[in-house]
Structures are given as structure tokens and as C-alpha cells.
């Protein structure tokens, strides 16, 4: 199977989407009524500097997984711990979308 890789302005693109989409079909900021716009807003700019943590680290390590490079930042045990808890919330949110809990 051939390797396909993305670049930064398509990771971008697919995270800007995605949060727009989540904050509009799930009514995310419910609670704030007239001001929803602020918390996807909000949660845009968050995104962004997530983004970019994501894309300075990539550049870093262009050759390690996340869990990988984790566990090269923080240290062997700390490092094991965030990549575990990574992989269950992973995994935790592909569940909940396929069983609908």
C-alpha cells in the first residue's frame, strides 16, 4: 500500500472544517445562547495553536509517531503515560462513534 502524506495547509484545512462542523451539528456552545459565536471562535484559535504544535513537532521528528516523540520529550515514564492515555482517548473516541455512546 502506498504511503499518502499531507501537507500542513491540508491538516489546516481538515482541522478548521471539522471544528466548524462539530460546533455547528452538535450545538457545542449551547449554554452560551447568543454568543456561540464566540465559543467557536474560540475554539478555532484553539485549534490553531494546537495546529501548530502539532506541525512544529512534526517538522522536528518527521520520522517518529506521536507516541514516539512523546516519549522523547518528556522522558521514558512520563512519556508512557501520555502516550497511553493518547492511544485510550483514541480509542475511547472511535468506540463512541461507532456504538453511538
Known amino acids: 500500500m502506498a504511503k499518502i502524506k499531507i501537507d500542513g495547509f491540508q ?3 481538515m482541522m478548521v472544517i471539522f471544528m466548524f462542523g462539530s460546533n455547528i451539528l452538535l450545538d ?3 449554554g452560551a445562547k447568543q454568543d ?3 465559543v467557536t471562535l474560540l475554539s478555532t484559535l484553539i485549534g490553531c495553536v494546537l495546529y501548530l504544535v502539532y506541525i512544529s513537532l512534526y517538522k522536528k521528528y ?3 509517531p506521536m507516541t514516539g516523540y512523546v ?4 522522558g521514558k515514564y512520563v512519556g508512557g ?3 497511553f492515555c493518547y492511544i485510550y482517548l483514541f480509542c475511547l473516541s472511535c468506540f463512541k462513534s461507532i456504538t453511538g455512546f
Open 11 to 13: 491538516l489546516f484545512c
Open 28 to 30: 457545542i456552545g449551547k
Open 36 to 38: 456561540v459565536w464566540i
Open 62 to 64: 518527521p520520522d517518529i
Open 71 to 74: 516519549r522523547k520529550i518528556w
Open 81 to 83: 503515560v501520555i502516550s
